[in-house]
């Protein structure tokens, strides 16, 4: 049963309501701000009828601090037929309707059973919405979008493989998540999955690190060390930034892909291992091959199926699907409440150009979460260049339009919309959505403007003819 609070100065309306609705509803009521919050609060109200003119006490006051508390109750407000203006102010602070005095009972009935209806289906749809958010949480991966649908399907497909995969993307993409997807999902999922990071470990020491050594073998070799390779062994092996190992140290490594065995420094004897291999970079191969950065042979080799990860700005739909995880995570991570973000907060976000993809939007909401006082992340509590159209610098010289005392607004207007059209190098779309007009108008627009500038190009050619 619903729970109902009936805010209203004068007790005979308290009652009448009260007792109108006592079958259907579980009523309280109160007659003054300080009784109507503490019953609110006290018992997780749902639905609230309440008097625009309670006694000296403006209702507006009270149905904020209500919104303030909870944001999904329902409120309807009562009022005189002179204030319907202020009831429908009341309407744009988050009221859900308001009903004219003298109170109809069944119009009220109706107003609350259109209530119910709204809280069932607002659940109905978080409801869904979870399942979604979960059917799409794939190993940590978050996304909707079609480029990840794709990462999905191919992770199904090559996880039961033992085929060599390489992981490419931009920086912050999340080559890792993929590669413990695979591993993760897959048949070797109860056997060892090891990683190296290749940037991580000096050139002279990641030889050791990959084949293990053996006693003696070199100095401050005091004892027998297993090498990564044989820790994975019956499990995968993980090689980020593979580019960024030595050319030399690479031979070693084709001879172990192709032969399946190493051999530990200081040793003679072979291994026998079966290591599944995945690597990641954020290079590109070709540049890297052609300046003899990395052997073409060894890439042949380990870049047998390709899985291309794509950047945060090639899915900017996923935004707020990731936004809602990271807040969830850091929520219980920080002990936090914060219940999510507001639309104009959530609209930068997906403007922004992520150069850091995931990994600096994951960073941005910690920052947020660590930082932020109220219940929802607002514009203000994001950095100063997420709020930045399209990721515009107006400190930037190039960025700056000139305006001078005087000048037309006609021309003010004309001067912002080309010079925003030649910033984003003519792409109409993204010009509407900076200057937040529709792409008609934008059109409108130009086409004007490109009249105006014929007509003026005419003038001045009659005038060089007549001269």
């Known amino acids: 049963?619903?729970?109902?609070?009936?805010?209203?100065?004068?007790?005979?309306?308290?009652?009448?309501?009260?007792?109108?609705?006592?079958?259907?509803?579980?009523?309280?009521?109160?007659?003054?701000?300080?009784?109507?919050?503490?019953?609110?609060?006290?018992?997780?109200?749902?639905?609230?009828?309440?008097?625009?003119?309670?006694?000296?006490?403006?209702?507006?006051?009270?149905?904020?601090?209500?919104?303030?508390?909870?944001?999904?109750?329902?409120?309807?407000?009562m009022t005189a037929?002179?204030?319907?203006?202020?009831?429908?102010?009341?309407?744009?602070?988050?009221?859900?309707?308001?009903?004219?005095?003298?109170?109809?009972?069944?119009?009220?009935?109706?107003?609350?059973?259109?209530?119910?209806?709204?809280?069932?289906?607002?659940?109905?749809?978080?409801?869904?919405a979870d399942r979604f958010f979960r059917e799409y949480e794939q190993a940590g991966i978050i996304g909707r979008s079609q480029t990840v649908?794709?990462?999905?399907?191919?992770?199904?497909?090559?996880?039961?493989?033992?085929?060599?995969?390489?992981?490419?993307?931009?920086?912050?993409?999340?080559?890792?998540?993929?590669?413990?997807?695979?591993?993760?999902?897959?048949?070797?999922?109860?056997?060892?999955?090891?990683?190296?990071?290749?940037?991580?470990?000096?050139?002279?020491l990641l030889e050791s690190e990959l084949f293990g050594h053996e006693r003696g073998a070199f100095t401050g070799a005091l004892r027998r060390k297993q090498g990564i390779f044989e820790l994975a062994d019956k499990g995968t092996l993980f090689l980020d930034e593979i580019c960024e190992m030595d050319i030399n140290l690479q031979s070693k490594l084709l001879r172990v892909?192709?032969?399946?065995?190493?051999?530990?420094?200081?040793?003679?004897?072979?291994?026998?291992?079966?290591?599944?291999?995945?690597?990641a970079t954020n290079r590109n191969f070709a540049v890297e091959i052609s300046a003899g950065r990395f052997r073409e042979d060894l890439y042949y080799r380990l870049n047998v199926i390709n899985i291309q990860l794509p950047s945060l700005r090639e899915r900017p739909e996923d935004v707020p699907l990731l936004v809602r995880y990271f807040i969830s995570k850091y929520n219980r991570k920080m002990g936090r409440s914060i219940e999510g973000i507001n639309v104009e907060a959530l609209e930068a976000l997906?403007?922004?150009?992520?150069?850091?993809?995931?990994?600096?939007?994951?960073?941005?909401?910690?920052?947020?979460?660590?930082?932020?006082?109220?219940?929802?992340?607002?514009?203000?509590?994001?950095?100063?260049?997420?709020?930045?159209?399209?990721g515009m610098n107006p400190n930037n010289p190039q960025m700056l339009i000139p305006v001078h005392v005087g000048e037309r607004m006609e021309d003010i207007e004309q001067r912002v919309i080309l010079y925003t059209l030649k910033s984003l190098k003519g792409n109409r779309r993204e010009t509407a959505k900076t200057l937040n007009i529709s792409e008609r108008s934008l059109r409108y627009k130009l086409k004007e403007y490109s009249l105006k500038t014929e007509k003026i190009a005419e003038t001045a050619k009659f005038a060089d003819i007549k001269g």
Do not use: W
Request: neutral net charge.
């Open 1 to 77: 049963m619903f729970k109902l609070l009936v805010i209203d100065d004068e007790e005979s309306i308290c009652s009448s309501l009260a007792f109108a609705l006592e079958n259907e509803y579980e009523v309280f009521t109160a007659s003054n701000e300080k009784n109507a919050i503490d019953l609110f609060t006290t018992h997780e109200i749902d639905l609230v009828l309440l008097d625009l003119r309670l006694g000296k006490t403006d209702g507006l006051e009270v149905l904020t601090k209500i919104k303030e508390l909870r944001p999904t109750a329902m409120v309807i407000i």
């Open 350 to 390: 997906c403007r922004y150009s992520f150069k850091g993809n995931v990994r600096e939007l994951e960073n941005i909401i910690e920052r947020v979460l660590v930082l932020s006082n109220g219940p929802y992340i607002g514009i203000n509590d994001l950095p100063a260049e997420i709020c930045m159209r399209q």
């Open 149 to 204: 649908r794709n990462v999905f399907s191919m992770v199904e497909k090559v996880r039961n493989t033992d085929t060599n995969v390489m992981i490419t993307g931009e920086s912050g993409t999340g080559k890792e998540l993929v590669a413990r997807a695979i591993h993760f999902t897959g048949n070797r999922k109860n056997e060892p999955f090891e990683v190296i990071n290749c940037a991580a470990i000096p050139p002279n």
């Open 257 to 279: 892909v192709q032969e399946k065995e190493i051999t530990p420094l200081g040793s003679t004897i072979r291994k026998r291992i079966n290591a599944r291999i995945l690597c």
């Open 81 to 128: 037929y002179g204030s319907i203006r202020s009831s429908v102010f009341a309407m744009k602070k988050g009221a859900f309707y308001y009903i004219t005095k003298p109170i109809n009972i069944e119009e009220v009935k109706a107003l609350l059973n259109n209530a119910t209806n709204y809280i069932k289906l607002s659940s109905r749809v978080e409801h869904y």
